[in-house]
């Protein structure tokens, strides 16, 4: 067997492919800050297109494989959608306000609407996004949305919060194996074991800060009682000190150890036909970013913002590659679904967080 | 020709290409299996952000992609296509123009927080029903007696007297709202008066018994029914809630993290608000006390008399600067 041939009969090559991050603070600062001035100008109406730029900003600074991604938001179709659930949104609080007995009725409205809102703003957020021409799409139900969201809820409750992980877990797969690009769908396959080690781990650790916090007050109290001597003043103010460190740093490093497990839980492994994404972030690494981001946020008044956020997201991209099976030009566009743009639109404005 | 990569919008497939706009505003994509040649009008052009990849989109889903934005500007330019997007891109690369937003930005939130905001508020109370005011009212008394206030220790043929007092000052005012005195001893508050919407006002006990004559009294309540009438309460309410919105209009499209940073100026600026909320009911007591024919000096001397307490402190940290507002010199 000759070598060339050898080559091209191994169509299955495989090969490591970084993220690229190419926005910087600089920039995202001075796009953030005319389109904000733009947006009150004219009295919010631009917020729209001031939110596509940004979004634009990002997608676009982000490539893969050389091919850039590309937000596809139109601001008109957000904006619509923008006032009919700001409307909706001000009905509510006008009714509630003045009758506080419909909050009761309409309460059960609501935990309805939620799946429904989740569904459309999933739904607008992925058919918005593309790579190489082909578009994002999301075919999770108003069924499996009411399911991982109220029916696995009301079970983690029941249960006393012991099968909290399900319930993460149940909503990470209903979000992202609904997801696919083209016609090829993503395969989600975590553990549920990991779930239940993450969330049992970041309990555990918030337990024992607690526990230690108390107890150490509780002997520096004493300390202080017994001594009340120079030489213990030093120790107390040092173990005052210490403490004012730990209350501060350990909910951000119980954060960040939360944060790095359940987006690795959520991408690594993440399967797109034969390619495999990885996503390795550490623990150690973000908490760093954290505590600098929350510095330069505080020491500038909320200036730093568009930095921190920039930093945020090239970490992530730098811990994340695709571990792909040949070649990623095979992926075939799907036939447009058709569509509810004005609804979807709508759950945009609700733009909800999923952490993902 | 601009070179750049086409997507034909059916697979992922990269292929090198070159497009050329003319002249004669078609537009060219050469390099491709199948050349396009087509009216500049039939494509969409992406506008340009930074230096993030700009996009050709033909009408059937295929797309052109090329990182030479400023080859893409200068066609668009010879055309005269470019448009509005173009300005925008210029304004977002300088940081003088940044720095300049900023400073609008950071204008106009002090504008509206300072000026437009209590006009709105101000505004919005008089659309307010009663029956809302009522409820706030009654629900902020609920919560006061929860955690700051105690059952008032006056004999009860004084709280009648007090009370038959703000009844006799209230009613030739017929504003339509229902005053009502709520006695109650202050604890931690010390000598102390406020106004609830819907026209409930608490004295202090104690504030009662620092007086030294029935018209300082009549002066602290007279103070209250200026905030009533001025409904500062359900403004204030407003406000904070004006502050609130407009915090996450600035900062809510790009993040929660700023919260902090955002809460310092508000509180600063509810700080003014509030003393001009005093200020106003200042003037109406005067003015109140002048149409009487009692003496202005009851007001004065009843502030300085909170002022210069054991329980200053306490009263100062629920009003504003009383040197500003009575002129203690003169009363001694």
């Known amino acids: 067997m000759d070598v060339m041939s050898a080559g091209a009969a191994a169509p299955a090559a495989r090969s490591t492919i970084p993220f690229e991050f190419r926005a910087t603070g600089a920039e995202y600062f001075r796009i953030w800050i005319v389109n904000l001035l733009l947006t009150i100008l004219t009295l919010g109406i631009y917020s729209a297109w001031a939110k596509v730029r940004r979004l634009r900003y990002l997608y676009g600074s982000t490539s893969l494989a050389g091919s850039a991604f590309e937000y596809h938001g139109q601001p008109l179709q957000i904006l619509k959608g923008r006032l009919i659930a700001v409307t909706a949104l001000a009905i509510y609080l006008v009714a509630t306000n003045l009758w506080p007995l419909t909050a009761l009725l309409l309460l059960p409205v609501l935990v309805f609407a939620m799946p429904w809102v989740i569904v459309k703003s999933r739904r607008f957020h992925l058919r918005m996004s593309s790579w190489r021409g082909i578009r994002f799409g999301f075919h999770g139900t108003y069924g499996g949305a009411l399911g991982a969201y109220i029916g696995w809820a009301i079970i983690a409750v029941l249960t006393l919060y012991i099968l909290m992980p399900l319930w993460i877990y149940q909503r990470v797969r209903y979000l992202l194996s609904g997801s696919s690009f083209g016609t090829e769908r993503f395969a989600f396959s975590a553990s549920i074991g990991r779930y239940f080690a993450f969330y049992f781990i970041a309990l555990g650790l918030g337990l024992a800060t607690i526990v230690g916090l108390v107890v150490s007050t509780m002997g520096m109290a004493a300390a202080a009682g017994s001594g009340g001597e120079a030489a213990s003043l030093a120790v107390t103010i040092t173990a005052m000190v210490a403490l004012i460190a730990v209350v501060i740093l350990a909910p951000l490093a119980i954060g960040a150890y939360w944060e790095r497990s359940f987006t690795n839980a959520a991408y690594d492994g993440l399967a797109l036909g034969p390619h495999r994404l990885a996503c390795r972030i550490r623990t150690g690494r973000l908490l760093w970013l954290y505590v600098t981001n929350v510095l330069g946020v505080l020491l500038t008044l909320g200036l730093f913002y568009p930095w921190a956020l920039i930093r945020r997201l090239r970490y992530q991209l730098e811990c994340m590659h695709v571990e792909a099976e040949g070649s990623l030009e095979n992926f075939a566009a799907a036939a447009a679904p058709p569509a509810d743009a004005t609804g979807e639109a709508v759950g945009e404005f609700f733009d909800v967080d999923f952490g993902l | ?332």
Not at chain 2, 139 to 150: K, N, P, S, W, Y
């Open chain 2, 1 to 332: 020709m601009i070179a750049g990569r086409f997507f034909d919008g059916r697979t992922s497939a990269a292929q090198p290409a070159w497009l050329a706009l003319g002249a004669d505003r078609m537009v060219r994509l050469e390099g491709i299996a199948e050349p396009r040649y087509v009216p500049l009008a039939s494509v969409r052009i992406s506008d340009r952000i930074a230096d993030i990849p700009r996009r050709v989109e033909f009408d059937d889903g295929a797309t052109f992609e090329t990182a030479d934005n400023d080859a893409v500007d200068a066609a668009l330019d010879a055309l005269g296509a470019g448009g509005f997007g173009r300005r925008i891109v210029h304004w977002e690369r300088r940081w003088a123009i940044a720095a300049a937003a900023l400073a609008g930005v950071a204008i106009a939130s002090w504008l509206f927080v300072q000026h437009g905001l209590p006009r709105l508020a101000a505004a919005a109370a008089q659309k307010v029903p009663p029956s809302l005011d009522a409820a706030i009212g009654s629900e902020g008394l609920v919560i006061m007696d929860r955690t700051l206030l105690a059952p008032s220790k006056l004999p009860a043929a004084r709280q009648d007297e007090l009370r038959s007092r703000l009844a006799a000052m209230s009613a030739p005012l017929a504003d339509g709202h229902a005053y009502r005195l709520e006695l109650r001893r202050g604890r931690g508050l010390g000598p102390n008066a406020f106004a609830l919407p819907s026209g409930i006002i608490v004295l202090t006990d104690e504030l009662v018994e620092l007086a030294q004559h029935e018209d300082e009294i009549a002066a602290v309540l007279a103070h209250e029914i200026g905030h009533v009438r001025h409904r500062h309460a359900l403004r204030m309410l407003l406000q904070d809630a004006g502050v609130a919105a407009l915090a996450f209009a600035v900062l809510g499209d790009i993040g929660t993290a700023s919260s902090l940073a955002v809460a310092l100026p508000v509180v600063l600026v509810q700080a003014k608000h509030s003393r001009d909320m005093e200020r106003e009911a200042d003037a109406f007591a005067r003015q109140w006390l002048r149409e009487q024919g009692l003496a202005g000096s009851h007001f004065d001397a009843m502030m300085c008399r909170l002022a210069a307490g054991d329980d200053a402190v306490a009263y100062l940290s629920t009003h504003p600067p009383l040197a500003e507002r009575a002129d203690c010199a003169r009363v001694r």
